[in-house]
């Protein structure tokens, strides 16, 4: 099959009319393929769980792959890179979201699969003290060689302060999107839109020439929580999207932070509120970062793929231990996945690694580089 005609298939698969990514997932995994979707009878797809009769007759071939078809035109014609939730270059981060969408846009060129990602997030009306302590934080991170990729919305306020010191510190950045590619929202941030799709990326789940809308916004918080390792909450007052975003990433069992502000204080009133029911942790500067993520301070870059002395490893260990090396924490079957092995063999080689202090299990099996 041509690889426009896979592409058209993927994007099908994503805007089926009453599904969402869950039930899309399910589907395709009974199914064993997602050009299945569009090729089986109605009678086998209505055997599915949690299809049925209904749903089975809404998905019509034609209507849905010509719907597709256009929008491979856009992607072509824009340069736009479409990642599919079982390719390899989807944001892994984002993969273990159940409810991560079926398909990313994408326009820059950054990796989704940095070892370090971090969300910055806060209310549209940033005081001095929250842009400060923004910029504070992206600025530390630089300047002790973590390097991380920094995530955030590109709305008024903290958003765009996140993604401009980004860019004055020489960080990546990814902006998420809640409308088409072809948009830019709000206007008046297209420069630095411009200027972050040079070193880092624009990202959206929607179709090209879909428009802007209020349920959107809410909608791409979970995509900025779930490709991140920690949201980090800025300023927020007692509702927005800020706190959506932090709930979201609660969910996702990612670390949230939350700088506090006076007790009086209305757009600090939300991180308060996060810190006290202890759904945030209370950051003050980049130390309290490295401290509950576990990053290492080195006055020069590391060498990722340096690995101790005297410790003799296999291929396959030396394997695993790389792709650990280049991640915050990673799970067994990430691992398995990138390294391409059998869970048996990269089970059993975690274990001798783990023995000779290399690396650290953590609940979940989760694991993280000891040095």
């Known amino acids: 099959m041509e690889q426009e005609e896979i592409l058209k298939y993927k994007i099908a698969a994503s805007i089926i009319p009453n599904t969402g990514p869950v039930l899309i997932r399910r589907i395709i995994a009974y199914l064993g393929s997602y050009e299945a ?28 792959l010509l719907q597709a078809d256009k929008e491979v035109e856009h992607v072509l014609k824009n340069n736009i890179k479409v990642l599919f939730y079982l390719d390899k270059n989807y944001p892994f981060r984002l993969k273990n979201c159940e409810d991560a969408p079926i398909v990313l846009y994408t326009k820059g060129s950054t990796d989704f699969n940095s070892k370090k990602i971090i969300s910055i997030v806060g209310t549209r009306n940033a005081t001095h003290y929250g842009k400060e302590k923004c ?71 929607f179709l090209f020439a879909q428009k802007p809308e209020p349920q959107y916004f809410a909608k791409r918080n979970r995509i ?7 949201t980090i909450v800025v300023e927020s007052g007692e509702k927005g999207g800020a706190l959506i975003t932090a709930e979201i990433a609660n969910s996702y069992n990612r670390d949230v932070f939350a700088f506090p502000g006076r007790t009086n204080d209305k757009f ?9 029911s202890n759904r ?21 870059k590391p060498d990722a793929t340096q690995k101790p002395i005297f410790v003799e490893l296999t291929p396959e260990e030396e394997n695993i231990l790389s792709v650990i090396q280049k991640h915050v924490s990673i799970s067994i079957d990430q691992i398995c996945i990138f390294c391409d092995l059998p869970v048996s063999v990269v089970s059993s080689s975690l274990i001798n690694m783990e023995f000779n202090g290399l690396v650290k299990c953590f609940p979940g099996k989760v694991y993280k580089p000891s040095v």
Not at 42 to 63: D, H, S
Not at 139 to 163: E, W
Not at 224 to 230: R, S, T, Y
Request: charged content about 20%; glycine content about 8%.
């Open 268 to 276: 600090s009133a939300g991180c308060n509120l996060l810190i006290k």
């Open 37 to 64: 979707l569009f090729t089986e009878k109605k009678a086998r797809l209505e055997k599915v769980p949690g299809i049925g009769e209904k749903l089975a007759a809404l998905i019509k071939p034609n209507e849905v």
């Open 135 to 205: 910029e504070e934080i992206i600025r530390d991170a630089a300047d002790r060689n973590h390097q991380p990729v920094i995530v955030s919305g590109l709305a008024y306020g903290i958003d765009i302060c996140a993604h401009k010191s980004a860019l004055k510190y020489k960080l990546p950045t990814i902006a998420v999107l809640g409308h088409g590619l072809s948009f830019m929202y709000p206007s008046a941030h297209k420069s630095v839109a411009d200027q972050i799709i040079e070193t880092g990326a624009l990202v959206s789940e």
């Open 280 to 300: 945030a942790a209370l950051i003050e500067n980049i130390a309290d970062l490295e401290y509950i993520l576990g990053w290492q301070y080195n006055k020069t």
């Open 224 to 230: 900025i929580a779930g490709l991140a390792d920690a």
